[in-house]
């Protein structure tokens, strides 16, 4: 046996195999597109909210329903009572800069 011919089996089994997972991917994709269907009817009739991340202090529970001051609540520096807190970042709009608005406000008289 020559080893071009070996070569060409393996490459051969190796294009077999690479269509096997294509079309293994895409039957599943038609599968998990109809489960997503199916959960999306479910939370509609149950009226479910957003997933619940951590079950702790209300503003770790999910960044889109958090109450962006309840952390800070006893004062401005204090420690976080709660371990998930250090596991998600602070929302992005307290850790923007204000800088871009000096001078754009005007005092009511």
């Given at each position: 046996?020559?080893?071009?011919?070996?070569?060409?089996?393996?490459?051969?089994v190796l294009?077999?195999?690479?269509?096997?997972?294509?079309?293994?991917?895409?039957?599943?994709?038609?599968?998990?597109?109809?489960?997503l269907?199916?959960?999306?009817a479910l939370?509609?009739?149950?009226?479910?909210?957003?997933?619940?991340?951590?079950?702790?202090?209300?503003?770790?529970?999910?960044?889109?329903?958090?109450?962006?001051h309840?952390?800070?609540?006893?004062?401005?520096?204090?420690?976080?009572?709660?371990?998930?807190?250090?596991?998600?970042?602070?929302?992005?709009?307290?850790?923007?800069?204000?800088?871009?608005?000096?001078?754009?406000?005007?005092?009511?008289?």
């Amino acid at each position: 046996m020559r080893p071009s011919s070996v070569a060409l089996g393996v490459l051969a089994v190796l294009a077999g195999v690479c269509l096997l997972i294509f079309g293994l991917f895409f039957r599943l994709t038609v599968e998990d597109e109809q489960k997503l269907t199916a959960n999306r009817a479910l939370v509609e009739k149950l009226g479910l909210t957003d997933l619940a991340l951590f079950t702790e202090a209300r503003y770790t529970r999910h960044p889109t329903q958090a109450d962006l001051h309840s952390a800070l609540q006893d004062h401005p520096g204090a420690f976080d009572h709660f371990p998930s807190g250090s596991l998600l970042p602070p929302p992005a709009i307290l850790t923007q800069s204000h800088a871009h608005l000096a001078g754009k406000t005007t005092s009511p008289d």
